[in-house]
């Protein structure tokens, strides 16, 4: 029976940790958005105008940042 390091070899398990290592920090930040959206949505009406900010920008501000708002408020 051959050895699992012949039929494995060390390049393979690399390249499996550097597949590994890029889907968890993808799947991090997909967690931190998801959270920070949620936090956002848990804010009331009040809260969000006191932030200059309306529950409809929320995916905007999520996933572009706040200088990439697509309405603008004057501050």
């Known amino acids: 029976m051959a050895k ?7 390049w ?3 390249e499996h940790k550097t597949w590994l290592f890029i889907w968890l920090a993808r799947f991090r930040a997909w967690r931190k958005l998801r959270q ?3 936090e956002l949505a ?3 009406d009040a809260a969000l105008k006191d932030l200059a900010i309306d529950r409809s920008e929320i995916p905007s501000i999520i996933h572009a940042g706040e200088k990439e ?3 603008n408020h004057a501050t």
């Open 36 to 38: 920070d959206r949620l």
């Open 12 to 14: 393979h398990a690399a």
């Open 4 to 10: 699992s390091s012949e039929i494995y070899p060390a």
């Open 42 to 44: 848990s804010l009331g």
């Open 69 to 71: 708002r697509r309405r």
